[in-house]
């Protein structure tokens, strides 16, 4: 198992068998699609119904707590979300010192070019149009696994 | 167990219409491949999940429609959630109805809104028809493996 979080040096799947998503949505039934397809494909997951729940999830909340962060290898978010866009998780989530290493994946139903790039820009890992398939999933996997920072 | 292979092909064909008729669309059969056997009735959960905001959401701009002046930004958001919904379930009907609702609501034109309103019910009914004695067919039939277990 890793120590401390998640190395910056490692892929997200790499030496791990069971990845710890984090999945961030508003929706309960894209929470539950998105819960399912990353459990298919060997994940623990934690699901979240929006920004700052996913904050407090990691540590980055009201109450810095920081048992989460060795646990968490990836965070998938929904742009779109009532309070803290996904935009925003993002930024706080790369503004943190001890989060800043995790890579984060948006996920919206809009394919608004200005919005993927200011979320790339920002540190995203990748951008997913929704609704989300199998091979998004599979695609997930196969190119954070080649990712070395 | 012949009756079994009646029913099962009852079903079939109920399943085909869904999607020779487009009310329902490739998403949901993503939705079904995520069904397993600790998972039998995902796409039933998943759909149940769907009925339950949609039946909500348009009750709730049905209701907001009555009002005067209509609070047009809100029932935008709605729409937008259920745009979302529909679409992550791959209800494609009442997807496209959405859509051309919201492009009205651009226009503020109330009397088309309401109008085009209507079919958006109309779909929401017609895919909840279909779709809930599919369901009770299918809890009837059973999963795949229980059928081609040999007697």
């Known amino acids: 198992m890793e120590s401390g979080f998640a190395s910056s040096s490692k892929g997200f799947m790499e030496n791990v068998d069971q990845p710890h998503v984090l999945a961030v949505d508003d929706s309960d ?11 298919n494909f060997s994940c623990k997951v934690t699901t979240a119904e929006n920004g700052p729940m996913a904050l407090e999830f990691l540590g980055l909340g009201d109450h810095q707590n920081h048992s989460n962060i060795s646990k968490v290898n990836l965070v998938i978010t929904d742009y779109c979300m009532p309070g803290m866009t996904g935009y925003e998780l993002l930024k706080k989530i790369k ?3 001890v989060m800043k290493e995790v890579p984060v994946v948006i996920m919206s139903s809009e394919n608004i070019p200005n919005r993927i ?11 997913m149009l929704k609704p989300i398939k199998q091979s ?12 070395r920072s | 167990m012949e009756d079994n ?4 092909q009852q ?13 329902l669309d490739k998403h949901y059969v993503q939705v079904e491949e995520l069904e397993d056997k600790d998972n039998p009735h995902f796409a039933e959960e998943v759909m149940t999940m769907f009925f339950r905001d949609s039946t909500k959401l348009i009750a709730t701009v049905e209701h907001a429609l009555e009002k005067s002046p ?42 088309r809104f309401k109008t085009q309103f209507l079919c958006l019910r109309d779909e929401h009914e017609k ?21 081609q277990r040999p007697m």
């Open chain 1, 29 to 39: 039934i894209d929470r539950k699609l998105i819960e399912k397809l990353l459990k």
């Open chain 1, 95 to 97: 503004e943190s010192s």
């Open chain 1, 117 to 127: 790039n200011k979320c790339l820009e920002e540190g995203a890992q990748m951008f």
């Open chain 1, 136 to 147: 998004d999933i599979k695609q997930l996997r196969c190119h954070l696994m080649n990712c």
């Open chain 2, 5 to 8: 292979k009646v029913l099962r």
């Open chain 2, 11 to 23: 079903l079939a064909t109920m399943r085909q219409s869904f999607f020779d008729e487009g009310i």
């Open chain 2, 70 to 111: 209509c609070d047009l930004p809100k029932m935008d958001k709605y729409l937008h959630q259920l745009k979302g919904s529909s679409s992550s379930v791959g209800a494609s009907t009442v997807w496209s109805a959405i859509n051309k609702l919201r492009e009205i609501l651009k226009d503020g034109d109330i009397e």
């Open chain 2, 127 to 147: 895919l909840k028809g279909n779709l809930e004695p599919y369901f009770q067919l299918l809890r009837q039939v059973g999963p795949v493996e229980t059928a």
